[in-house]
């Protein structure tokens, strides 16, 4: 094994966490910063809370929103292509294609 490669360890590095929650451990670091521990995550404490940091739960509600839109925008442009009554024959066509010339 090579020698001098590995970080020095603390044995009593000072754990914060986000909810005013410190305690002692070991690491490689004198002082961590942490959002959730023992006493504030939902699986400990029984309740449900998000813990979102970066957004991602409002972007995914947005996306949500954006996807019904669009299927409502899909759905509504079908439902007119069914209303548009085809022409029966190719003289009824070319009597359309007179009528929005002429418009």
Known sequence: MKANIHPKVY????????????FTTSATAQELHI?????C??????E?????TLGRVEKFQQKQKKAKEIKAKK??????RKK????????DMFELVKK????
């Open 48 to 52: 449900m809370k998000f813990v979102d």
């Open 75 to 80: 759905v509504e442009s079908v439902e007119q």
């Open 84 to 91: 548009q009554k085809r022409p029966d024959s190719l003289k």
């Open 11 to 22: 044995d009593s590095a000072k754990v914060i966490c986000s909810c005013g929650n410190t």
């Open 41 to 46: 995550h939902p699986f400990f404490t029984g």
């Open 100 to 103: 929005q010339a002429s418009s």
């Open 35 to 39: 959002e959730v521990c023992n006493r």
